[in-house]
Structure formats: structure tokens, C-alpha cells
């Protein structure tokens, strides 16, 4: 029997080791490819010399043009049977001209985060605003609404995202999907081999600085938390690792204040394995948080904010501590940092929350089922869908002859 085939539509290359994303992407080409599935990968971006080199584990890639007809001839020739939108402006690019050429074809977006929600809350926090609902219904909203509308599913990575949308914009839940970044049973089991606290030292931050949320937990760091905290722990040293730093990242760097800007680290789980405790005084963002997954996964206790630990550990108690205000948080990171039991105890609590709510297994035997359902009576589906039929085809007539009159303009 012939092996169905997979295309994953990205605007970047698989980077696990530089961001949470780069992770979750490639956990989705694996269990496509356990499910017996050929996977293609396609983006717009030119090669990375951190991404994965895709050949070496089966994957077919290439560089793809937006708005030039090259990749219609290239997705005739391919005739998916699922194709996978990595994030919505790829669906919002690739999405019409999937639905024109091989309409038969289940289309899946993955959201990585709701980029509406993101937004809002970064203008209300520069804003010096409390983030409302009303703030969510931007000109971002519409395009990104409208693409989950016009997908056969959409995969969240946060609950509260999914309940959002069928509250606030009446998504109907048969086209979401709650799929986290998880974890293998491998690497839980690894839990009781993780460096003692007594062989820790310092605080460590990490996260891709192309991210804008990273960026600003560095400054709060920088100017709110590290000048107190240091105060507190004089021989206690902050590490700040990510992918990308700018160099503007790295005037941050201080060693007379014991604030080190590290760079992209080799290893997520050296660095904050090695450390006693992880920092991520999250101010603004969506979706679940990479780096403090890795935290509980590595058994390093971490203090964050309400938007950091969002949609993380339903009511199991926190690896840490969750305090909005900086005088509570940094009395918690030192209490952390100082108290071997109630260590201990945050770090098993983490170590609870993955067992209980990021098993891999779960997730990906009711992925495999909701996909098989899905391509057993795709025409159904789409009836019940007729909002992101309806914008299915006016996206199909305005966007064909507007990505038209681009490839015509780019030809001059």
C-alpha cells in the first residue's frame, strides 16, 4: 500500500534547538512519518545553519517562492494528501492556492500561539493597560480567525486559546485541536537522574531573542529583578542563553553585576540543568511556554507570572512559584534558591505536571484519530464549515489575482 503524503508549509527551516517551535515541528514530522506518512517540507526562507538537516531523516525539502506560479506546478506534481500550514500568514500565502490545485487535500494550521492574543497584550503592557477582550478584535484578529476558519483543523497548544476562540470568535471546536509541545516516555523516564541541588549554582533565563517577548523578560530582568535579587544572593551569578541575540542583547552583559549574556547555547538542557533556579518574569505573550516545559523537564524549579505558566498546569501545583508583582518574585527565586526541601518539592510538582498533562502518547493516538476521521469524510466536514467555505472562496478570488498582479510586477 502506497504511503500518503505530507506537505509542511513554513516560512522558516526546523530549528529545534533554537526555539520551542523548531521543536514541536519536529515532533509533528515524526509522528507523521510513524503513521506511514512520505513528508515534504517547503519554505520561503533561504537555508539556516542551525536548522535540521531534514535529508538525513527522510524529509524531502525545498525553497518555495511566494506569490509565483512555480509552486503550483511544484504542488500538482506532489499531490498531498495533508498539508500543514505553519502559522497563519503561510495559510493566508499558500492556503488558496492548496485549495485551487489540490482540493481534495486536508488542510491543518498550526497556530504555534495566537498571534491576536500576543499582540494585545503587548500593546496594553506598552500601553500601561490592563489587556481586555476588547483589545483582541485588531486587524490581526480578522486575518488570523479567518484562517482557522477557512482550515479543515487547526492544532492549539494552549487550552485557554481554544476556549477563546469558541467563546469569543464562535469557533466551532470540531476544527480545533488541543496538541502542546510533549514529551516521550524516554525522557520522563530520565526524571530521577537529573543533577542534584547541591550540584546547581545560579539563575538562568533562556528563549530565542527574535521572539519579542524574550527580549522584554530580558530588560525586566535586567532593570527590575537582577538589581534586587543580587542584593540578596551576592554570590549567585545570572545566565541569559538564546538563540539570536542582537547586539543590542548583548550590551546587556555585566560582570561586575554577576548579568552574563551568553548567546545561543549548545545545550538547553545543560544550561538549565546546571542552574538551581529558572527566571521568566513573562510580561506579555500566548501559548505555552518552551523554556519553562524544559525547566520541569530538566528539574529546575522556576518563578514566572500568570501569562507565563498559562494553560501549563490546570490545578496540579506549580515547579515554582507564580507571582505577578516583583517584590513577591524575587522573594520566591531566593526562598528557591536557598531552601533545599521546598526545592525538591517544586521540583517533583514539575515533574508531576509533565507526567500529567504532556505525555506524548495521549495526544498523538487521538491526532492520528481525528486526521483519519477527518480524511474518511472531508466533504461532510466542509459542509458543516460553511463560514471558512464562504471565506475559502472570496479569499480564492481576491487573493488569485492579487498574488497575479505581484508575479506580473516582480517579473519587471
Same mark, same amino acid.
Request: net charge negative; with cysteine.
Given at each position: 500500500?502506497?504511503?500518503?503524503?505530507?506537505?509542511?508549509? +513554513?516560512?522558516?527551516?526546523?530549528?529545534?534547538?533554537?526555539?520551542?517551535?523548531?521543536?514541536?515541528?519536529?515532533?509533528?514530522?515524526?509522528?507523521?512519518?510513524?503513521?506511514?506518512?512520505?513528508?515534504?517540507?517547503?519554505? =520561503? #526562507?533561504?537555508?539556516?545553519?542551525?536548522?535540521?538537516?531534514?535529508?538525513?531523516?527522510?524529509?524531502?525539502?525545498?525553497?518555495?517562492?511566494?506569490?509565483?506560479?512555480?509552486?503550483?506546478?511544484?504542488?500538482?506534481?506532489?499531490?498531498?494528501?495533508?498539508?500543514?500550514?505553519?502559522?497563519?500568514?503561510?495559510?493566508?500565502? /499558500?492556503?488558496?492556492?492548496?485549495?485551487?490545485?489540490?482540493?481534495?487535500?486536508?488542510?491543518?494550521?498550526? =497556530?504555534?500561539?495566537?498571534?491576536?492574543?500576543?499582540?494585545?497584550?503587548?500593546?496594553?503592557?506598552?500601553?500601561?493597560?490592563?489587556?481586555?477582550?476588547?483589545?483582541?478584535?485588531?486587524?490581526?484578529?480578522?486575518?488570523?480567525?479567518?484562517?482557522?476558519?477557512? #482550515?479543515?483543523? =487547526?492544532?492549539?497548544?494552549?487550552?485557554?486559546?481554544?476556549?477563546?476562540?469558541?467563546?469569543?470568535?464562535?469557533?466551532?471546536?470540531?476544527?480545533?485541536?488541543?496538541?502542546?509541545?510533549?514529551?516521550?516516555?524516554?525522557?520522563?523516564?530520565? /526524571?530521577?537522574?537529573?543533577?542534584?541541588?547541591?550540584?546547581?549554582?545560579?539563575?538562568?533565563?533562556?528563549?530565542?531573542?527574535?521572539?519579542?517577548?524574550?527580549?522584554?523578560?530580558?530588560?525586566?530582568?535586567?532593570?527590575?529583578?537582577?538589581?534586587?535579587?543580587?542584593?540578596?544572593?551576592?554570590?549567585?551569578?545570572?545566565?541569559?542563553?538564546?538563540?539570536?541575540?542582537?547586539?543590542?542583547?548583548?550590551?546587556?552583559?555585566?560582570?561586575?553585576?554577576?548579568?552574563?549574556?551568553?548567546?545561543?547555547?549548545? +545545550?538547553?538542557?545543560?544550561?538549565?540543568?546546571?542552574?538551581?533556579?529558572?527566571?521568566?518574569?513573562?510580561? /506579555?505573550?500566548?501559548?505555552?511556554?518552551?523554556?519553562?516545559?524544559?525547566?520541569?523537564?530538566?528539574?529546575?524549579?522556576?518563578?514566572?507570572?500568570?501569562?507565563?505558566?498559562?494553560?501549563?498546569?490546570?490545578?496540579? +501545583?506549580?515547579?515554582?512559584?507564580?507571582?505577578?508583582?516583583?517584590?513577591?518574585?524575587?522573594?520566591?527565586?531566593?526562598?528557591?534558591?536557598?531552601?533545599?526541601?521546598?526545592?525538591?518539592?517544586?521540583?517533583?510538582?514539575?515533574?508531576?505536571?509533565?507526567?500529567?498533562?504532556?505525555?506524548? =502518547?495521549?495526544?498523538?493516538?487521538?491526532?492520528?484519530?481525528?486526521?483519519?476521521?477527518?480524511?474518511?469524510?472531508?466533504?461532510?466536514?466542509?459542509?458543516?464549515?460553511?463560514?471558512? #467555505?464562504?471565506?475559502?472562496?472570496?479569499?480564492?478570488?481576491?487573493?488569485?489575482?492579487?498574488?497575479?498582479?505581484?508575479?506580473?510586477?516582480?517579473?519587471?
Amino acid at each position: 500500500m502506497q504511503n500518503k503524503k505530507l506537505l509542511i508549509i +513554513s516560512s522558516v527551516w526546523v530549528e529545534p534547538n533554537s526555539s520551542a517551535a523548531g521543536s514541536r515541528m519536529l515532533q509533528l514530522i515524526v509522528f507523521f512519518q510513524s503513521q506511514a506518512y512520505d513528508v515534504a517540507y517547503a519554505s =520561503t #526562507s533561504v537555508s539556516s545553519d542551525f536548522a535540521v538537516d531534514l535529508s538525513a531523516i527522510g524529509v524531502e525539502s525545498r525553497v518555495v517562492m511566494m506569490n509565483n506560479v512555480s509552486f503550483d506546478d511544484f504542488i500538482c506534481e506532489l499531490q498531498p494528501d495533508v498539508v500543514l500550514f505553519d502559522r497563519f500568514m503561510v495559510e493566508e500565502q /499558500f492556503g488558496w492556492r492548496v485549495a485551487k490545485h489540490c482540493p481534495k487535500a486536508l488542510r491543518v494550521l498550526d =497556530t504555534e500561539d495566537l498571534h491576536c492574543l500576543r499582540d494585545a497584550r503587548q500593546s496594553a503592557y506598552k500601553k500601561k493597560l490592563e489587556s481586555t477582550t476588547d483589545m483582541l478584535f485588531s486587524d490581526v484578529a480578522k486575518r488570523e480567525v479567518a484562517s482557522i476558519f477557512r #482550515s479543515d483543523l =487547526t492544532l492549539m497548544i494552549s487550552e485557554y486559546e481554544m476556549e477563546l476562540l469558541q467563546s469569543v470568535f464562535k469557533v466551532d471546536k470540531c476544527l480545533l485541536f488541543y496538541l502542546p509541545i510533549v514529551v516521550e516516555a524516554s525522557v520522563m523516564n530520565k /526524571f530521577e537522574n537529573r543533577l542534584p541541588f547541591d550540584e546547581r549554582k545560579d539563575f538562568v533565563f533562556i528563549g530565542n531573542f527574535l521572539h519579542e517577548p524574550n527580549w522584554n523578560c530580558v530588560q525586566v530582568l535586567k532593570t527590575e529583578i537582577w538589581p534586587l535579587l543580587s542584593k540578596q544572593l551576592p554570590k549567585a551569578n545570572l545566565l541569559i542563553y538564546g538563540a539570536y541575540p542582537s547586539h543590542k542583547v548583548f550590551q546587556l552583559d555585566n560582570p561586575k553585576e554577576r548579568f552574563y549574556i551568553k548567546g545561543r547555547a549548545e +545545550s538547553a538542557q545543560q544550561v538549565i540543568e546546571s542552574a538551581k533556579v529558572l527566571l521568566a518574569p513573562i510580561r /506579555f505573550g500566548a501559548g505555552i511556554k518552551g523554556k519553562l516545559l524544559e525547566a520541569m523537564l530538566y528539574g529546575t524549579p522556576s518563578v514566572t507570572t500568570s501569562v507565563g505558566a498559562e494553560s501549563m498546569h490546570d490545578n496540579l +501545583s506549580w515547579n515554582g512559584f507564580i507571582e505577578d508583582d516583583n517584590e513577591s518574585f524575587i522573594e520566591k527565586a531566593v526562598a528557591l534558591y536557598t531552601d533545599e526541601p521546598l526545592w525538591k518539592l517544586k521540583q517533583y510538582q514539575g515533574f508531576t505536571i509533565i507526567q500529567n498533562r504532556f505525555a506524548a =502518547t495521549d495526544f498523538f493516538e487521538r491526532l492520528h484519530a481525528a486526521i483519519q476521521f477527518l480524511l474518511s469524510d472531508l466533504e461532510t466536514h466542509r459542509r458543516h464549515n460553511f463560514i471558512g #467555505s464562504m471565506l475559502q472562496h472570496h479569499t480564492l478570488q481576491s487573493t488569485h489575482y492579487m498574488a497575479k498582479w505581484i508575479e506580473e510586477k516582480n517579473k519587471k
